[in-house]
């Protein structure tokens, strides 16, 4: 079975800086696109970043220039930097891969547990 686990979120003042990280582990034959997503209270979840290998990593234009989304393939994990927080970057942050899972010999939608990310003014 496939499971994404996340790790980095935390408080940090406005300015400061995070880095996000989410390992895939399991039976995974391929790892796909990766990306991260965020939730406000009350919202829908929105994209952050996605990043393919060997294409441009694709933003959200409120992260452009501030946030960095990279991958470690052999580790099949993604990362998220984030820099100059603001408080309106408070949410919650999931992971999200596109997977090939070689049990069940199927390609699928994995979601990580969620980490906060709280930026205080």
């Known amino acids: 079975q496939v499971q994404l686990v996340e790790s980095g979120g935390g408080l940090v003042q406005a300015g400061g800086s995070l880095r996000l990280s989410c390992a895939a582990s399991?039976?995974?034959?391929?790892?796909?696109?990766m990306g991260w997503y965020r939730q406000f209270p009350g919202k829908q979840r929105e994209l952050v970043a996605t990043?393919?290998?060997?294409?441009?990593?694709n933003y959200a234009n409120s992260v452009k220039g501030r946030f960095t989304i990279s991958r470690d393939n052999a580790k099949n994990t993604v990362y998220l930097q984030m820099n100059s927080l603001k408080p309106e970057d408070t949410a919650v942050y999931y992971c999200n891969a596109d997977i090939t899972d070689y049990v069940l010999n199927k390609r699928g939608d994995y979601w990580g547990q969620g980490t906060q990310v709280t930026v205080s003014s």
């Open positions: 990043i393919i290998s060997g294409s441009i990593p």
């Open positions: 399991g039976s995974i034959f391929s790892v796909n696109t």
